[in-house]
């Protein structure tokens, strides 16, 4: 009987023995998964992490209107196909070069090809045009009436000691205009404020670029009570250039480049640029 007891006594510790064997190795079996798991979805968090927070940003100058909105309706375009989150930031002119160039932003959206010629070696230019930009001379006809091409605007403003303004940071007004002393020519921030001197006779002409937002804006501020009539003469009086322009990205990003070349040339090709183009200028006489 004794004897008994003590077999079914050892079968108890013994099958106890497994159970709590068993129930070990299901613990450690548990905390390895559950190890695994959480270091998986760190990593999967941390590469989540990293795709939503890397956006590149492109500057343009700032009081460029409609212009900007394009650029903007673009860059928006280029995201939705290629999954890089992209931004339209807006500077001071000179500064969106220096910066873009110094990395501090991630490139310029539109710009004429040379830039790296200009000193800016450190920008990529993408190969497909944005925009072709007009440079346009703003005239008050009342003032000078009679000149209808650059060559002679110059010569007039030379023989008379007349000063012409143009947009701070435009590389190409620069090069239009480089041949008059630099008494005779001065970088302007915003339309507006040409168009106030132009209207008082300060300035003898504006040379703009894109021509296209200072034509919104003069047609708005004409329509203004307060400003109909000291700036009914002034007109967009010819075209000087026309001139393709270029997105450029700072070679830290030189591993997006075929990326972002892809999405622009799919969008010239199916004519998604030119109806951008359409969508934001559609109200401007002319275009």
Known sequence: MKRTKRVLVGKRVCNGQRVAFALACVTVLFCCVLFAGTVMGATCQTDLSD??????????PVNQS??????????REISRRTGLACRIVELPGARCLVEANRGDVDGVPARIAGLASDGYAHLLRLHTPIYTVEHIVFLN???VPNVHDLQTLLQVVRN????????????KASSLLAELPEKN???LEAPEQAFMMLSRNRIAAYLAGPGLVSKVLLNSLQNKPECRESMKHI????????????????KKN??????????????????????????????????
């Open 235 to 250: 007109v967009p009086a010819f075209v000087v250039s026309r001139t393709q322009l270029f997105p450029y990205v700072n």
């Open 254 to 287: 030189r591993d997006l480049v075929n990326t972002l070349e892809g999405a622009m040339c799919s969008m010239q090709a199916d004519g998604t640029l030119k109806r951008l183009q359409m969508k934001c200028f559609e109200t401007v006489c002319g275009e």
């Open 160 to 171: 008379k000691n007349l000063v012409v303004a143009y947009s701070r940071g435009s590389m």
């Open 141 to 143: 006809r009342e003032h």
């Open 51 to 60: 795709r939503d927070t890397r956006e590149l940003i492109f500057a343009t």
């Open 185 to 187: 020519r001065v970088p």
């Open 66 to 75: 409609v212009f900007t909105r394009y650029l903007r309706d673009v860059f």
